[in-house]
């Protein structure tokens, strides 16, 4: 199968011209990276202004997510036809000026098909920035390489939430489509002048069905996660027809790559060890990132009664100890062997989780900042190493393609964890409301004592409100503490398996 030649070596660029590349992608990364999460907080804003349904609104992220999933695994090609630098400045461009788009949207349907165009071309960014960093800098300097790499990978989905929260509450939603330009602009300007060109193998070719079926596999797992908790999962139709098509064509592919002389991907990659478990690992990193994030806003604003902006202050802590963690581990990258970091960084993730399976609805702001810290040290030192080791033995000519199938495989986790622990939550919320209704009976003692005290009323409609609301209030906080506990024992689950990957990070050729 004919590849596309690796980009030229590192030592041939002056250490000026690497900052200025690494500058350049970054700006690309967290454009791309703050757009997985800036709009969640503006979705009612949004849904007002375009008179919609809390349905109809959803598909403002539904077809960010799955036309970003769909064509992240065409990194690979393009790249290898058009040419890394071509592609990287035409999708810069693109997803600003779809950005744009969506800011100057009038109408729902508008506002949809701009995101759909807005995720299709921002697929592309993370990927190439990951590729390009990996072949800037020399082995040695990797771990440093993927460091900067994650600050924007993994702090622009902690901050989306703050800073959407502020654009939307001081000036308007649209600001959160419209705050893009200036980084848009920066990064097009830094490609056009500081990025190397890599050679065009116009030969590799396109296959058609194997994309179809991914396409087909990735479209409908995608829209299945994203609007199963809506439509009640299985009890819907829909929800069984797309669940249908994601299995059966994911089968077919399968079949495909393995049968067809040039697959869509070449299943060679995953004949490399570290590459197929770090994809195991980055599968279960995206759940721990994105389904905490989706839990913790709702847990601080329903429960403990903070406001917009102070949650979004609350999680920047979380950011903060990320970044510390990854500019850590950029040093101790060449000195260490990068499985003790991984595991370290599970530890800290599980750790985190099992502090916040003691939060109580007076938990107070020190906690959340506390275990957020701890939260963000573990992630840091789980996704920097993570990256590193899993294209350490992996062949160059693969970078492209594998960056985009990491990068994909990450986002599929997100989207699993999320469906996860929201479905979990209403369902132990439920449960956890039957289990404590059983003890609203005349034999409770402590019931007994409270309406004797005049705590609680019974003998009015008011009162057995009141009741029932603190008994909804009861089960929903012990269902946000089995969803830490849930995660808690997926991060301690996931340690043995960093084992499986090799300590030794020279790559192959």
Not at 47 to 59: C, E, N, V, Y
Not at 296 to 313: E, H, S
Not at 329 to 351: K, N
Not at 469 to 487: G, P
């Amino acid at each position: 199968m004919a590849t596309a030649n690796p980009a030229p070596p590192a030592p041939a660029l002056t250490p000026g011209r690497v900052r200025a590349i690494t500058i350049t992608v970054m700006l690309t990364t967290i454009m791309q990276a703050l757009d997985m999460t800036i709009a969640n907080v503006a979705l009612p804003h949004m849904q007002g202004s375009m008179s919609a349904t809390l349905d109809q609104i959803s598909w403002v992220l539904t077809s960010y997510v799955v036309a970003a999933a769909i064509c992240m695994p065409l990194t690979g090609i393009l790249s290898a036809k058009l040419g890394r630098r071509r592609l990287f400045i035409l999708s810069t461009v693109a997803f600003t000026v779809t950005s744009m788009m969506c800011g100057f949207a009038q109408s729902l349907e508008q506002l949809v098909l701009f995101r759909v165009l807005q995720g299709a071309f921002g697929a592309f960014l993370v990927p190439l920035s990951q590729a390009v960093l990996l072949d800037t800098y020399p082995t040695e300097r990797h771990g440093w390489a993927m460091a900067v790499w994650g600050i924007g990978v993994m702090v622009g989905p902690i901050l989306g939430p703050s800073l959407g929260g502020y654009l939307t509450e001081f000036y308007n939603w649209r600001w959160v489509f419209f705050v893009n330009l200036p980084f848009g602009v920066l990064a097009c300007i830094g490609l056009v002048f500081v990025l190397q060109e890599t050679p065009v193998d116009r030969s590799r070719r396109f296959d058609l069905l194997g994309f179809v079926l991914l396409t087909i596999a990735i479209g409908s797992l995608q829209t299945m996660l994203d609007r199963g908790e809506s439509l009640n999962w299985f009890a819907s139709h829909e929800i069984i027809i797309f669940g249908i098509a994601a299995a059966v064509a994911m089968y077919l592919f399968i079949a495909h790559i393995f049968t067809h002389d040039h697959p869509f991907i070449d299943p060679l990659l995953f004949k490399d060890r570290n590459f197929s478990i770090g994809l195991l690992l980055i599968f279960i990193v995206g759940m721990i990132l994105l389904a905490t994030l989706a839990l913790l806003p709702p847990f601080m604003q329903n429960l403990l009664g903070y406001p917009v902006l102070d949650v979004g202050n609350l999680l920047v802590p979380r950011g903060i100890g990320t970044m510390i963690a990854m500019m850590t581990v950029g040093r101790l990258a060449g000195r260490i062997d990068l499985r003790y970091l991984v595991m370290l960084g599970f530890i800290l993730s599980a750790g985190a989780m099992w502090e916040m399976t003691g939060f109580t609805t007076d938990t107070g702001s020190w906690a959340i900042i506390r275990t957020g810290v701890f939260q963000g040290l573990g992630l840091g030192f789980l996704f920097v190493p993570l990256a590193t080791i899993t294209f350490a033995t992996l062949p160059p000519r693969f970078r492209n393609d594998g960056t985009s199938i990491f990068s994909l495989v990450r986002s599929i986790g997100s989207s699993i964890g999320i469906s996860i622990v929201i479905t979990y939550l209403s369902r132990q919320a439920q449960a956890n409301h039957e289990v404590l209704a059983r003890h609203i009976n005349p034999f409770n003692p402590g019931l007994q004592q409270a309406i004797e005290s005049g705590a609680i009323s019974v003998d009015n409609v008011a009162g057995l409100t009141m009741l029932n609301n603190q008994v909804n209030e009861q089960a929903l906080m012990l269902a946000y503490l089995q969803d830490f506990s849930l995660l808690m024992t997926i991060s301690l689950c996931a340690i043995p398996l960093v084992w499986l990957l090799r300590g030794n990070t020279r790559p192959a050729r």
